[in-house]
């Protein structure tokens, strides 16, 4: 009688692993990124150049520490 060879799962496992790391980066990018969704960015932004054109208008004026 002929004998069973036994399958061999190498391709199998790195295959199954290779995918998990995949899905692993994919899941930790998106919870990276969520920050840039609620809008904070764009507010922080708009605070810092607000910021910097008061800084400029206060120097042409003599206003440097108001």
Known sequence: MAEEKEKDNTWLI????????IVLVVL?????????QSGAVEQLQAETFKNIEKRKTSNVTGDVGN
Do not use: S
């Open 14 to 21: 790195a295959g199954v692993a290779i995918a998990a790391v």
């Open 28 to 36: 930790l990018k998106k919870d990276e990124t969520k920050h840039l």
